[in-house]
């Protein structure tokens, strides 16, 4: 079977190119990165020094024409986590649209306007969207499954913690698969036995092995149109109707509590470090000691707030520095720079307590070493580009599974 064609969209630094490609059944065609915040494209610059600038776009994703986007088998992208409601407008023939410049109604537009839409979807979100917005749990999720069914895709999703799988990060991230309706996947799928195929037959189960038992299992159907679920879905309720792994498919939802499967070898923070060759200014002085021990201990005191409000403020205490016989804690965007911090990762060497390095962090997340590294960009933007990324092997298991489903 010959290369899939893939459309990467929010590419960041090319962490879906990274594992789809290594496989060799994948082949990115057409890509877009666009920051909207900063002037300076740094996300953008990294990915055209790695991947090169042919057919990549660096431009708003919302003012691409579509005709400027090739036909290709499979979109992918890791779209930001934001507020998905949609509103009525009588100007638009459609009757319905999304908040103008949140993102999934980026990739919604491509979907709905192109002769030919991708056949399959792989996307990436924080596993928060399963149960936002606060008020109405589950209602942002319900949005996308409704919307994808409304356009000829059944959904198939896991929240994956890399790190039960074996990976060197606790990164805990919503993946879901999309099969348009013209695809004999979506048939399969239409046809099982949705346990089994959560369990058992997916793509997911494919790639990520789960128990066999799982709790809380759910069967639903999205009644209602857009608007209907925007303004009404699981309104007054305190959990979301959405557990960690299920299908959607002609809007009904069949979703389980799932566990993961797997007494495979593991990495260990303990294993991405680079040992002899860490320069000075990874390490903190001891003067600053204090400062980390306080930002990591448990805390109980009284704070005041900004309009002289006081309240009482607790929080429990971090692993101090981390442990080095586990997989990583989860990094985060604000992970570079010297100033002490709660959230940031410190180890302990023969030499005192240090930071990790650009290459740790671009480990923890299994990109190659030194991916990152740019003239012009600095640690601090290399520690930001892993904060936002994603685990490069978690990618490459998804669609090794799903190149073998499509295959056969």
């Not at 992918?76 to 103008?100: E, H, M, R, W």
């Not at 030499?351 to 030194?370: A, C, I």
């Amino acid at each position: 079977m010959k290369k899939l064609k893939v459309i990467e969209l929010f590419a960041g630094v090319g962490g879906f190119r990274l594992g789809l490609e290594k496989s060799g059944n994948y082949e990115v065609i057409w890509s877009n990165q666009w920051e909207p915040s900063t002037k300076t494209q740094h996300a953008s610059m990294v990915y055209e020094a790695r991947f090169g600038d042919k057919n990549h776009s660096n431009t708003d994703i919302s003012e691409v024409p579509i005709s400027e986007i090739p036909d290709a088998d499979i979109l992918v992208g890791g779209f930001p986590c934001q507020d998905y409601s949609v509103a009525t407008t009588l100007q638009n023939s459609k009757g319905l649209i999304g908040k103008k410049g949140v993102l999934w109604w980026s990739i919604h537009h491509i979907l709905s306007e192109k002769e030919t839409p991708p056949k399959y979807l792989l996307l990436e979100n924080v596993d928060r969207l399963l149960k936002s917005p606060s008020t109405q749990r589950g209602r942002d999720f319900a949005i996308m499954l409704k919307s994808l069914s409304n356009l000829g895709y059944a959904v198939e999703w896991r929240v994956i913690n890399a790190a039960d799988y074996g990976m060197p990060q606790r990164r805990r991230r919503i993946f879901f698969l999309g099969y348009h309706k013209s695809t004999p996947l979506y048939k399969s799928l239409k046809k099982a036995d949705k346990k089994d195929w959560i369990t058992q037959q997916g793509t997911m189960a494919n790639a990520f092995s789960i128990q066999n038992s799982f709790e809380k299992y759910n069967h639903f159907t999205l009644d209602g149109d857009l608007v209907e679920i925007s303004e009404q879905f699981n309104h007054g309720e305190k959990l979301s109707p959405f557990a960690n792994t299920g299908v959607s498919i002609n809007n009904e939802v069949f979703t389980a509590k799932s566990h993961p499967n797997y007494d495979g070898p593991r990495t260990l923070l303990a294993d991405v470090l680079q040992n002899g060759e860490v320069t000075k200014d990874f390490f903190i002085p001891s003067q600053e000691y204090p400062k980390w021990e306080y930002l990591k201990g448990a805390k109980k005191e009284v704070r005041t707030a900004k309009n002289g409000y006081e309240y009482n403020y607790s929080e429990g205490a971090m692993v101090f520095p981390d442990a080095l016989d586990n997989a990583s804690r989860t990094i985060i965007t604000g992970e570079g720079g010297k100033s002490p911090s709660r959230f940031k990762h410190v180890v302990q060497t023969s030499k005192g307590l240090r930071r990790l390095t650009p290459v740790e962090l671009e480990r923890l997340n299994m990109f190659p070493d030194n991916h990152t590294q740019l003239e012009g960009i600095s640690d601090a933007k290399r520690a930001f580009f892993m904060g936002n990324a994603l685990v490069v092997g978690v990618v490459e298991k998804i669609g090794a599974a799903l190149f073998k489903k499509i295959s056969n």
